[in-house]
C-alpha cells in the first residue's frame, strides 16, 4: 500500500475537530522544518514538500466532511 493511500484512509474515522487540529499542528511543523532549512539545508528538502501535500489533503478532507 502507497503512503498516500495509508494516509488517506487514517484519516476516514477522523471528525472536524480532529482534522482542523491536526492541520495546525502540521502548519507548526512546516514553519519549523522551513526555519530549519532556511538556516541549514535539510537532509531531506522534500520532507517539505512531502508536508505541504498531506496538509493539502487533509484539508481537502476537511472540506468534503463539512459539506456533507
Known amino acids: 500500500m502507497s503512503k498516500k493511500s ?3 484512509s487514517s484519516l476516514v474515522g ?3 475537530v480532529d482534522l482542523q487540529a491536526r ?3 502540521d502548519e507548526v ?3 519549523k ?3 530549519a532549512h532556511s538556516t541549514s539545508p535539510l537532509e531531506n528538502p522534500m520532507s517539505i514538500q512531502l508536508l ?3 496538509i493539502a489533503r487533509l ?3 476537511l472540506k468534503k466532511k463539512a459539506k456533507s
Do not use: A, G, Q, S
Request: cysteine-free; hydrophobic content about 35%; overall charge positive.
Open 23 to 25: 492541520i495546525k499542528e
Open 29 to 31: 511543523r512546516l514553519k
Open 14 to 16: 477522523l471528525n472536524e
Open 59 to 61: 484539508k481537502t478532507e
Open 52 to 54: 505541504r501535500r498531506d
Open 33 to 35: 522544518l522551513k526555519f
Open 6 to 8: 495509508e494516509f488517506l
